[in-house]
């Protein structure tokens, strides 16, 4: 079954023409890859899903719903958490506050009581430690580390219990032993049953961590698979390769 | 915490007691404008401080509570004397019906625009009373009935405690927002506002609530002003100075802090009260104001209260470290 159907979806910026008709399915509980040329509209359609781009045309789905035209606060409310090429969190919060600000079907009482604050304290430093950061949960944002700040990102992404999450170039700027604790990570919180769909430019990241791929060109699906059959596809070769 | 809370007791003693221990009026009139500065540098920090939205217009706020109170006082006939100060809550739900649609469209934009489109709203703001003769009086001023039975040292004794449950109510109101994830969520958009939408912030929502609320206080601030100053004036109430001067005040104790504002209002107002009695009605003060805002962008451009944080940490980790 799919969690995630984007069905026909396009977006021009001007004369550029950005996502072209894509149409891709995400299946619950897998790690889908989204993968193609610089430029080929794979961070777009990640805009698109999440709301921060309005669509020209297309449909988005999220558990059979239409989610098209909602603001990403919305989508995020329905279980969709996504990161960002460049790891983003609030540099002048604490680690701790970064975990803390995600909200989730949250109503007038949980926003202005202080009494809930310490249940999501305690899932808050349980998932600080689940990336092995919990020591620096009292450091601001700005201090961390570039590694640092992409654990505190997605584990923030997590606060919410999403459903599905977008992962922008996880592997981006990232060093090869926590290259290997992300991929971890992304496993285990798969097992628990979240749904990954990310955006990657390191082929050996996507190919072992990855179920499914989704080969993207000039904005519009060209290939998906399993992740040996999408690496032997003659169209994915001349994408690539331009043969 | 406690030992914050017994710091603060002598502090809170001295501005319950101050018209007791100092009742002639020359310093209670300071007072006065002080426990307001207090009160309009933190309402402003709700806004400007938390969500980092500096609005340089909340002086039109300042102005439509004062002209609101003032028609109320003059229209409904209401007798001077302790009456009026029950009417400052009406005058607060009347600014937040203004703050919701003047927020409602000047909360599309952000940065410099935001700053800008706020400059514009209050001297729109300035226009309506200087224009609207019929019903403000326009350029002549309105007069409001003052109680002629509050006379000598006793005169300012009201208007100062007026002024100081507003102050109270904005510290109590920031301290609140700044210890709730309402608060957190103003921060984020601080930092961030695209990242705090990405993880579920109802930005637009928080912002517009956080600009009622501050909008509220300075309203109400307004209309008690009005009260004490009995004669206002368009572009005396609705005076930029005003905006700029709580927008100051936020910047010199620390933006975004809940003591800053405090400190930065009871440093600069006195002294701006002192330099006018000094130098008559001339606006020297402004030169004093400019030298501060240097001072402030140069040396402590995060605010006197984050710099003297830093300083203090970084002593507590060289002695750690010794």
Redesign the interface.
């Known amino acids: 079954m799919s969690l995630l159907e984007i069905a026909e979806l396009s977006k021009r910026f001007g004369g550029v023409v950005a996502v072209d008709g894509c149409s891709l399915a995400v299946a619950d509980r897998s790690i889908t890859g989204l993968i193609g040329p610089n430029g080929s509209g794979k961070t777009t359609v990640f805009n698109l899903v ?1 709301g ?1 781009l309005p669509r020209d045309r297309g449909e988005v789905r999220f558990k059979s719903r239409s989610i098209a035209g909602l ?3 919305r989508i ?2 329905l279980g969709i ?2 990161t ?1 090429q460049l790891a ?6 604490t680690a701790l ?1 970064n975990m ?5 079907r ?1 109503g007038l009482r ?5 009494g ?2 310490r249940h ?1 304290r305690e899932r808050a430093m349980e998932m600080l430690e689940f990336v092995e950061i919990a020591h620096v949960a009292g450091t601001v ?1 700005g201090a961390l580390s570039y590694g640092q700040r992409k654990l505190l990102e997605l584990a ?2 997590m ?2 219990a999403p459903e599905l999450v977008l992962l922008d170039e996880p592997a981006g700027g990232v060093n090869p032993a926590l290259l290997e604790k992300i991929a971890e990570q992304i496993r285990k919180l798969n097992q628990q049953g979240v749904t990954f769909l990310l955006v990657e430019h390191n082929m050996p990241f996507v190919m072992n961590l990855c179920d499914e791929v989704v080969v993207l060109h000039q904005g519009k699906a060209i290939a998906n698979g399993k992740p040996k059959e999408v690496r032997e596809n003659p169209a994915v070769l001349d994408a690539y390769l331009g043969t | 915490m406690k030992r914050k809370a017994l710091l603060l007791l002598p502090v809170a003693a001295l501005a319950v007691l101050l018209p007791l221990v100092a009742p002639d009026p020359s310093t209670t009139n300071i007072a006065v404008f002080t426990m307001m500065y207090v009160g309009l540098a933190t309402a402003w920090n709700i806004m400007g401080g938390y969500t980092g939205y500096i609005s340089l217009g909340h002086a039109a706020f300042f102005g439509f509570g004062a002209y609101a109170l003032g028609l109320i006082m003059v229209h409904l006939n209401i007798t001077p004397g302790y009456g009026p100060f029950f009417l400052v809550p009406v005058v607060g739900l009347l600014t937040a019906v203004l703050a919701v649609g003047i927020g409602w469209i000047a909360l599309r934009t952000r940065a410099a625009t935001f700053v800008i489109v706020t400059i514009a709203f209050m001297f729109m703001m300035q226009l309506l009373a200087e224009n609207l003769v019929k019903v403000t009086g326009g350029g002549g001023g309105l007069g409001l009935p003052y109680p002629h039975d509050w006379g000598g040292d006793f005169f300012n004794t009201p208007y100062y405690y007026a002024m100081l449950v507003l102050a109270v109510l904005g510290l109590l109101t920031s301290w ?1 927002i700044r ?4 608060g ?2 103003l ?2 958009i ?3 506002e ?10 637009r929502t928080f912002k517009l609530t956080a600009y009622v609320i501050s909008a509220v206080l300075v309203g109400m601030i307004g209309a008690v002003y009005a009260y004490y100053v009995t004669y206002i004036y368009p572009q005396f109430v609705v005076d930029p100075l005003i905006g700029i001067s709580m927008v100051l005040m936020a910047f010199l104790g620390g933006l975004g802090t809940l003591s800053g504002p405090v400190i930065g209002a009871l440093l600069l107002e006195p002294s701006q009260l002192e330099f006018a009695y000094r130098f008559g009605a001339s606006r020297l003060y402004l030169v004093f104001y400019s030298a501060i805002f240097l001072i402030v962008i140069l040396l402590l451009p995060r605010g006197i209260v984050p710099s003297v944080r830093d300083l203090i940490g970084r002593r507590r980790t060289a002695k750690g470290v010794t």
């Open positions: 999440t921060f603001g990403p606060d995020y409310g958490g996504r960002f983003r969190i609030f540099p002048r919060l506050e803390l600000v995600p909200v989730r949250a949980a926003m202005l009581s202080h809930q604050w999501e944002g923030a992404v606060m919410a | 609140w210890r709730s994830k309402f957190l969520g921060l984020a601080r930092d961030d695209d990242k705090a939408l990405a993880v579920g912030v109802p930005t």
